[in-house]
């Protein structure tokens, strides 16, 4: 049986599932994309699925306890707060805690079915995409296996922690690699052109490079002249970016810049980090390091998220060709809205840890603001703070079609284990709560969920019987030379941009230089706030330059709110940076989130929460 890794994660290992005197095991497989080995969560999923975390019975919360339920019962109050609402007044809340089609997808239909508040799934990846998106019309982009042929830049991205299967390929390959952060991480420490920038200058850094390459003439006039448009504005637009601009805004002295203008020249692939988006100037900076790739002639040049390119019509799933919903809130301030709502529903995320000002979702619920219902296979803060809690099967004991957004490899992922107590899936979850709230016969829910994804797949060319029999097929690689521009060529003056009233060329606009800039690497050990059943809390510590280090307790403050840490010196974090590897709390409990910035970025709503700023002083 073959199985695929379902959480957000670029590299959605596939194994063989062996099932050995009822235990079950999983082996990583052997070639590409997995190449025999997994991370530290794949070692544990088997162990995960007996979790004293799994919640195994409906439960309702009631002023004094928490109560096992009947799924009758739980659903009915639930129905009954949706009943009561406006559409309006009813958000659902949820985010990749598991990529599969029929687990996150598919739900969103009795959501829009009934025309209730959305969030805008902007949290992770959406700004880059849709900046990318303004100049080449797409945003996906290197297939996996150019990682091992040529130079890899590994571009705001923790790649050796975060990316492990991408970092392994390029270090296989053995053609030198490069890093650009804003701290000395394990991937900064591993590659022969480690580039350090301050925070939210990559747009400098970027376009400095464009302008150095467009000056030595080394840029593709042939792919220029026949694919692109507006080449000559861009050319204007770079003037300014001299070495010694981006030396004085980025920090990147002169002989590194240089190396990194080398190495471009080399026609490296660019793996841009999602995290770029969650940065200030985030979307500006993966617009000019793309266009790099423009230059290059070398569409094919730079990675960020390959969803779009196989074809998939996850608007399909989710029920949009039929129905949207009443309102859209962007996800970093669904925090500080949410007592606009009546009733919240979430599955899976963890919005009160993963969501800037997340912690303010438990408050109204306990206040009693907000009904609370979640539907998760593990208690975690959201279900700790809700109403209703509905228990959800684990990955592997569910059949679902599960897609990576790096490699082309679609999965049918066969149970390979039974849901304990009373766990269900989510479709069958959100069809039962639609008969009890009265649109059981909406079009949308009527479809069955199997045959939603069978035409969903249409346009990759595989009918979910071929899957099924298949286990795994390999995609196809997308056509590289279509752009779907206003002008079909890839706009290095954006007349896309200039239409939704958004800056044609990639901007820089200085960030704060009088705060801390608070960032998030990735913890090896979750993956966002997950396995922490497994590995315990991350420890509620800031690491920070020795010579900002004040005391071994510090309270970090801004005017979100306040978090009390432990405090430690680290050589591989630079002065006015603050570190605090992955999702967690502080010392009181309270979600670290609590400080993040949630204003949403221009292109894709991201919040630029990895550039949170903030003042720090001793406990
Ligand atoms: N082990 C592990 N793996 C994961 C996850 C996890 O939680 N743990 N999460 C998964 C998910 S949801 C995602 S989205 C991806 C995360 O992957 P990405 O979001 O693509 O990147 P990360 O590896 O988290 O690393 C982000 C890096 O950006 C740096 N950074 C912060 N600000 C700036 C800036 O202004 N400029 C530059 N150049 N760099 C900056 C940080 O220091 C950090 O090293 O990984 C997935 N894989
Ligand atoms: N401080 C800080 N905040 C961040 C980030 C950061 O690096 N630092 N990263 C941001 C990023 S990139 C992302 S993507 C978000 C992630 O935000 P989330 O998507 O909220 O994060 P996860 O912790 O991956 O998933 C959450 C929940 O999904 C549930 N789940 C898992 N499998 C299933 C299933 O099969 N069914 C159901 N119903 N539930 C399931 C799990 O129990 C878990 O509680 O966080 C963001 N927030
Ligand atoms: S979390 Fe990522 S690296 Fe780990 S098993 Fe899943 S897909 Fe593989
Ligand atoms: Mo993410």
């Not at 309702?60 to 949706?82: K, Y």
Request: with cysteine.
């Amino acid at each position: 049986m073959i199985v695929a890794c379902t959480r957000d994660c670029y590299d959605t290992c596939i194994f063989r599932a062996e099932k050995r005197e009822g235990r079950i095991r999983l082996v990583p497989i052997g070639e590409f994309p997995t190449l025999g080995f997994t991370c530290a969560r794949g070692v544990a999923d088997v162990k995960r699925l007996n979790s004293p975390r799994r919640v195994k019975t409906p439960l309702l919360r009631g002023e004094r306890q928490v109560v096992e339920v009947s799924w009758e019962r739980a659903l009915g109050e639930l129905a009954a707060r949706i009943k009561e609402a406006e559409p309006e007044e009813i958000i659902h809340i949820d985010y990749d805690g598991n990529q599969g089609l029929l687990t996150w997808y598919y739900p969103q239909r009795l959501f829009n079915a009934i025309r209730s508040a959305s969030t805008d799934y902007s949290i992770c990846s959406a700004e880059g995409s849709e900046a990318i998106k303004l100049h080449w019309g797409r945003s996906y982009g290197a297939m996996p296996e150019e990682l091992e042929k040529r130079p890899a830049a590994f571009w705001a991205l923790d790649a050796s922690t975060s990316f492990i299967h991408g970092w392994a390929l390029a270090k296989r390959g053995r053609n030198p690699t490069a890093a650009v952060d804003v701290i000395w991480t394990n991937t900064m420490r591993h590659v022969d052109l480690p580039v350090l920038v301050r925070p939210g200058t990559d747009v400098v850094l970027a376009l400095g490079v464009a302008r150095e390459i467009i000056e030595m003439g080394a840029y593709d006039r042939e792919f220029v002249e026949r694919h692109t448009h507006g080449f000559e504005q861009f050319v204007k637009h770079v003037q300014k970016f001299t070495p010694q601009y981006v030396e004085e805004e980025a920090g990147v002295p002169r002989d590194v810049f240089y190396k990194l203008v080398d190495f471009y020249l080399k026609k490296p692939v660019t793996i841009i980090g999602f995290a770029i988006g969650r940065t200030e100037n985030g979307g500006d900076a993966a617009r000019a390091i793309s266009l790099i790739h423009a230059l290059l002639g070398d569409p094919a040049g730079f990675y960020y998220s390959n969803s779009g390119a196989w074809g998939i019509d996850f608007a399909y799933i989710r029920g949009l060709h039929a129905a949207k919903p009443s309102k859209v809130v962007p996800m970093g301030l669904v925090g500080g809205a949410i007592s606009q709502f009546k009733v919240a529903y979430v599955w899976n995320a963890n919005p009160v840890a993963t969501l800037p000002q997340g912690d303010r979702i438990a408050k109204a619920a306990e206040r009693g603001d907000i009904t609370l219902a979640v539907h998760t296979p593990l208690m975690d803060e959201t279900a700790e703070a809700a109403h209703i809690v509905l228990p959800a099967p684990l990955y592997l004991e569910k059949e679902d079609v599960v897609y990576s957004y790096w490699h082309n490899y679609l999965i049918y992922n066969t149970a390979v284990a039974d849901p304990p107590g009373f766990a269900r899936r989510e479709t069958w979850v959100v069809r039962e709560l639609a008969k009890l709230i009265g649109v059981g016969d909406h079009p949308l829910m009527r479809e069955d969920p199997w045959d939603a994804v069978n035409i969903a797949l249409k346009g990759t060319g595989i009918t979910l019987e071929e899957l099924r029999r298949r286990g795994a097929v390999r995609l196809p690689a997308p056509d590289y030379y279509k752009y779907p521009t206003a002008t079909g060529k890839v706009e290095f003056y954006s007349v896309t941009a200039v239409k939704k009233g958004l800056p044609p060329l990639p901007e820089y606009k200085p960030p704060r230089r009088d705060a801390y800039v608070l960032t998030f690497p990735p913890n090896p050990l979750y993956t966002n706030s997950q396995f922490r059943d497994i590995y315990g809390e991350p420890e509620p510590a800031v690491y920070l330059n020795p010579s900002d280090f004040v005391s071994d307790c510090v309270v970090l403050y801004n005017e979100n709110g306040e978090a009390v840490l432990k405090a430690k010196p680290s050589p591989h974090v630079p002065r006015g940076v603050i570190v605090y590897t992955g999702i967690g709390k502080d010392l009181r409990g309270v979600p670290i989130n609590t400080l993040a910035r949630g204003e949403p970025g221009p292109y894709g709503g991201t919040p630029r929460l990895y550039t949170t700023y903030v003042n720090i002083r001793p406990c």
